[in-house]
């Protein structure tokens, strides 16, 4: 039972090839993943170092020691006013503190001034507080200063980033500050030292976490320890010198941060967005049809983007000379292989019909020679064909081409003394002692010089002389090879080069060459970064003394990688 078979939809056949899908959607903006890139990194750039900066702990550190050493400075001013105008002696001669009289001096001296002094006996007890006012009846009212509201345009960053910091090791670990109902100078470390006649001062944190300052100093009359002054004030001024150096580091952060962004975004631009054009082009070439797709040219940006732009350009414009040139030698094959083939057909045909042996047998010839044409026409065609890969894949060695010219000519000169015919001279001119060495394919090298020897040889009279010569330019090594023969026809010192031409004399047998010599060699030259001409040699009376090949090589690979 025969089934119909449906035709494969036109997007669905066996060979099809479309363009990816992440590549035809167009990545802009913050699609592009180089774009995330650049932007990740310079934000990260400027990030960092704000970070560091809103931690500010020297300043911080630094603030702390300037209002200690200004506590102590207050407090030692207050002591020698607490010995002098707040003692009384008593009888027996002994001289303590007047709680009343170091009250009354302490409410006028830190009238306003937002730090607490108390003042403490020889024996530890709290004997005055300049935040503790007696009432009417005897009473005493706690004066506690409020913290004044403050409406900040930044979040509590700095508190945020304190909170933070607090959990990383190494960060200063403060005391925690208490304060009894009945204090005594056990209570505080410093106000002990101080009855010891030695002032120091402490920083404190409070429940909330923010600072307290205390200095203590001794309270002395001639040099005897009537007690301890103690000073203390809470770190909110410093918590606002910091929060205002933060603010001013944000605020320089915003403005930073939003140039940072659009010069990212700007950059990001400049280079993703040509990258994105010249991918988008490449697909539109490889996947396209027709040639009207051209990569964009970007030659006003003199950096790497315009350079890859000019790359592409060269590269898409090499590939389609390269199809330009396989389909011509496509079709110059198909020609040159059809006229032995028809040739081939009818003697084959004709051979059939006819019964007089005579003409069997030279039909039969015409038969050979075309089947030996057809293997040279192959064999030809197969070498032309894998040339360029060959010689993309092999690695250049040190060719020396005095040696090489040599070696040639001892060969033709050997198989002339063989096969006993009267052959050529050979002229061989090499400048002595200048170094003739190229980098290349010896054997490809050897190839082209054997082609134009051949040539030579053929056009050349009997006895004739083949002159070759090498010399070492500035840059570049020059090989002539010259004959003495009949020359090329006018206006063919060119067309001589291209595929299946062939120029033979006439006494040379039809189809013995397949005329891809010239062409072979020529390609080879240029694959080696040189260049191979021809040309005629003039006469004395204006004629033509013959034919000269000339090669130019470089002897750096600089000249063609």
Known sequence: MLKRVEPAPADKKEGAQTAPKWRKRARRGWRSPLTRRILAVNILALVVPVMGLLHLDQYRET???????????????????????????????????????ARRLMRVLFHDTGVRARAFSRAGELIADSFVLSGPVGGQVQVMELAPMELSPWPDIGGLYDLVVSWLPGKRDLPLYREERL????????????????????????RQGGLVLSVAVPVQ???????????SKDGRDIARAVDARRSDILMVFAVALAITVFLSIYLAGTIARPIRLLALSADRVRYGKGRDR?????????????DLSAALREMTEALHARLDAIEGFAADVAHEIKNPLTSLRSAVETVTRLEDPAQQKRLMSIILDDVHRLDRLISDISDASRLDAELSRADMEAVDIGELLGTLVEVHEASTIIEGEEGCRFAVELPPGEGLVVPGLEGRLGQVLRNLLSNAITFSPPGGTIRLTAQRLSDQVRITVEDQGPGMPEGKLEAIFDRFYSERPKSEKFGTHSGLGLSISRQIVEAHGGSLRAENIPGPAGGVAGARFVILLPV??????
């Open 556 to 561: 750096s690979l600089d000249n063609y990688d």
């Open 294 to 306: 051209a990569i964009p040219a970007f030659k006003h940006r003199n950096d790497e983007i315009g």
């Open 63 to 101: 603030l702390i020691a300037s209002e200690v050493e200004a506590l102590r400075i207050q407090g030692h001013a207050f002591a020698l006013s607490l010995g002098s105008a707040a003692v009384e002696t008593h009888s027996t001669g002994e001289e303590v503190l007047v709680p009343e009289a």
């Open 183 to 206: 204090q005594r100078a056990g209570d505080y470390s410093e106000v002990e030292r101080a009855l010891l006649g030695e002032g120091s001062g402490m920083v404190r944190r409070d």
């Open 221 to 231: 009359r001639y040099r005897q320890v009537l007690g301890a002054l103690m000073l």
